[in-house]
């Protein structure tokens, strides 16, 4: 019994672990349930259950041996109940809801609510007379989307389908207000193929900041893996469609006339087939427009006028039909249209249903992993296997008689070729799996058949492919070979492993720059001739008026000036002055002289905020030192706190003992006159304290030490009279200070190098200031 027991429980833990590993399965993305079962968007239920059937068989783990057989028995069952489904089917077709995403769309939040007990949250104050169906916001709840879905499916599919989200919430007025529009919208342009969505910013906030919503309702434009926010009101809706055909990509069709139709449907070489759109009509409509985004990397899209004169040629060329909307597709093989149709508005299913069947050309070249998956799709049952005959580096003649082939090629055969140069890893791989050199595959046929993305068979023809001579002889061999490979039990003699094809059509940073600047200055030429000319213009006239105006103001200032100056000087030519005017620069800028007699006007008398900046010198330098001293000061002539002036240190070296003695606190201090030259004071008589500026003794860290020095410096005696001519001061270097030893001459023509520095810390307050308690006086000589 005791083991009877241990072995139900046992059996019962294998079985709840089956039902998590079961389950952890089902909630796999099974991926696209189309290419599963090897059907197209458009199969009907019958075909659904005949591929099903197949393939159950197939891969039944009881009659099949492949290790890997369980997991595609479950993953074909998986995309039949998805398909067989109806909803869910829908759930995918518009927005790629697997089993994963039904799971996580399930996991939001329910919004259920809304339509069993009322329609609109404001019901419930203001009651059932004040819900209308224009007020009606239960469409933004079953339109609503999660951050995930937003960022995988619709972030991801707006490189060929974009997608309009509305950012809402439940409380908003304005929301409420928007239902009706976005109702409309919704009805407008879904059918045209784009995907309309709504997020509940409240739920998802992290999701509104990353992109941007600063306030609800907010609609935003996603196409191209970009988020485009669009600032006005829903109430418009031809507002709304202009914003949107504004953001598509620039000349995405081209506009076609008489003069450039021949050079626009004889140029094959991007490798996309071309599509030619009559409309009587100055503008494409907008359901064009987002089929030809949808389609641009295989089809080339281009727009005929036909109410304009100059598309009367193109419009009888192609046999357009007035009063009604055409489409033509056209091949590189013909003259003639592979496939048109003609209505009055061309339904959007029916535009995809005929571009799916023309998509490529008649000779494909494999320039991109894009045209590889359309051309030589994965097909992984040998009894279905498709295959590729790719010619490599066929040119003129050679083209024209593999497009003859490939036009009567069997349902399971397509044709195409390739450039070596443009793709050397495919050409390469080829030859390694193969062990033939890369130099002798020119115009050599492969038959490829892909059954897995990155591994494919292939096996060569014997024969390159001629021009002219044994052309029937190639045709014959070819034929044989497919023939034989097509056969379910044949096997392939070669086996590689290939990476992803490189897109010839991409451009590199530089060329793209280009390319976006060369836009931007056609879409503003472009909007200066359309409705959006007179906002450009009134910005443009703004901007030009502003600098006009400042240009005026600039001039008439300038005028005045010139006027004041010229009345100046002919005051002065009256006086008899004119020479003295013209060569005595400080008549503008006076330098007083600091002595007995001015010393309470210059310092003890000054007001508060006033300062005097004077200059030391002696009779041998005063006219160097003040020319340069005048010529630093000059540009602070203007300043009304400031008075500049000169000392004379044979007559007034003691008053400058004196200052410098009471900053120092007392003491005895000698002082050489001729140490004293170009040394700079800023005097702040009201404040009683001075900054001092001295070539040899420049600011530092340490402002005492500095005064220290420069005292004993002053008051160094030199054995030569003269020697103090040069400031060639005669000190020793403080072993214990930070600064580097004093170079040892400094030219009399040098001494006021430093001062302008000097003035701009002193003005912006970073220059140490010697504080005395009174002003000593000044004796006259």
């Not at 076609?256 to 030619?276: G, P, Q």
Request: charged share 25%.
């Amino acid at each position: 019994m005791q083991w009877t027991n241990k072995s139900w429980s046992g059996r019962w833990v294998c079985g709840v672990l089956l039902l998590i590993i079961c389950g952890l399965a089902a909630a796999q993305d099974i991926g696209n349930p189309y290419k599963i079962l090897g059907v197209h968007r458009r199969a009907t239920l019958p075909e659904i259950r005949k591929a099903y059937r197949q393939l159950a068989k197939e891969w039944h783990p009881d009659k099949n041996e492949d290790p890997n057989a369980e997991s595609r028995f479950v993953e074909i069952k998986q995309a039949y109940e998805l398909l067989t489904d109806t909803e869910r089917r829908q759930a995918y077709d518009l927005y790629g809801i697997t089993n994963e995403d039904e799971h996580i769309y399930k996991q939001r939040h329910d919004y259920s609510q809304y339509a069993r007990f009322s329609n609109d949250p404001f019901e419930e104050f203001f009651g059932t007379h004040f819900r209308t169906q224009d007020q009606d916001i239960t469409l933004f709840h079953k339109l609503s989307v999660t951050a995930r879905h937003f960022e995988n499916h619709i972030m991801e599919k707006s490189v060929h389908t974009p997608a309009l989200v509305l950012f809402y919430t439940d409380w908003c007025f304005d929301c409420v207000r928007s239902a009706a529009a976005w109702r409309r919208l919704v009805e407008a342009l879904q059918p045209l193929g784009i995907t309309l969505a709504t997020v509940h910013a409240g739920h998802e906030a992290a999701l509104a900041r990353r992109v941007g919503v600063h306030g609800v309702p907010c609609l935003t434009l996603v196409i191209d893996k970009q988020v485009y926010i669009y600032k006005e009101g829903l109430g418009s809706m031809p507002k709304i469609l202009e914003f949107i055909r504004w953001k598509f990509p620039y000349k995405l069709v081209v506009n076609l006339n008489d003069y450039n139709v021949d050079a626009f449907v004889s140029d094959f070489e991007d490798n996309r087939v071309k599509a030619l759109i009559f409309e009587e009509r100055p503008n494409i409509r907008m359901r064009y427009l987002i089929t030809a985004f949808h389609y641009r990397e295989r089809v080339s899209f281009a727009f005929v006028d036909m109410t304009s004169r100059d598309s009367v040629n193109v419009t009888s060329r192609f046999k357009a039909h007035r009063n009604a909307d055409s489409m033509v597709l056209l091949k590189e093989d013909r003259a003639e249209p592979a496939a048109s149709v003609s209505t009055a508005e061309i339904p959007t299913q029916t535009l995809r249903q005929l571009i799916d069947d023309n998509r490529l050309l008649t000779l494909p070249r494999l320039s991109s992993q894009s045209v590889l998956e359309a051309a030589c799709p994965v097909e992984w049952r040998a009894a279905r296997r498709r295959l590729c005959c790719v010619v490599l580096g066929p040119r003129g003649a050679a083209l024209a008689e593999l497009r003859a082939l490939a036009r009567a090629a069997p349902d399971r055969l397509r044709y195409a070729y390739v450039y070596a140069h443009a793709q050397p890893d495919f050409v390469q791989a080829l030859a390694n799996g193969s062990g033939i050199d890369v130099s002798e595959m020119e115009h050599r046929i492969v038959v490829i058949w892909r059954r897995e993305p990155t591994r494919i068979q292939y096996e060569w023809l014997n024969e390159t492919w001629p021009t002219c001579a044994r052309l029937n002889d190639t045709k014959r061999a070819l034929d044989n070979l497919i023939k034989r490979l097509l056969k379910p039990t044949e096997m392939m003699a070669y086996e590689t492993h290939v990476q992803e094809l490189a897109d010839e059509a991409a451009r590199g940073a530089a060329w793209r720059a280009l390319a976006r600047l060369c836009e931007w200055a056609e879409r503003a030429a472009l909007a200066l001739r359309t409705h959006h000319a007179l906002s450009a213009l009134s910005v443009l006239a703004t901007v030009a008026g502003v600098l006009a105006a400042g240009y005026l103001m600039a001039y008439l200032i300038r005028l005045e000036e010139e006027s004041v100056q010229k009345q100046k000087e002919e005051r002065r030519r009256q006086n008899g002055d004119s020479k003295k005017t013209l060569n005595d620069p400080l008549l503008e800028l006076r330098l007083h002289e600091l002595r007995a007699e001015k010393y309470n006007g210059l310092v003890r008398l000054m007001k508060p905020g006033c300062r005097t900046i004077v200059v030391l010198v002696d009779l041998q330098s005063r006219v160097q030192l003040l020319s340069k001293f005048h010529k630093i000061v000059w540009p602070y002539r203007k300043n009304k706190t400031l008075v500049f002036a000169y000392l004379c240190v044979e007559r007034n070296v003691e008053w400058f003992r004196r200052v410098l003695q009471l900053s120092l606190g007392g003491g005895e201090l000698r002082v050489n006159a001729r140490n004293c030259v170009g040394t700079v004071l800023a005097l702040n008589p009201h404040r009683k304290y001075f900054c001092i500026y001295h070539a040899k003794h420049p600011e530092c860290a340490k402002p005492h030490k500095r005064m220290s020095r420069m005292t004993r410096s002053l008051g160094g005696w030199a054995g030569d009279p003269e020697a103090g001519a040069f400031i060639g001061f005669h000190t020793e270097p403080d072993s214990s200070s930070d600064e580097a030893p004093d170079p040892p001459v400094l030219l009399q023509e040098n001494l006021l190098d430093g001062l302008p520095n000097w003035l701009d810390r002193l003005f912006e307050g970073s220059t140490h200031r010697y504080y005395i308690n009174y002003w000593p006086d000044m004796t006259s000589k």
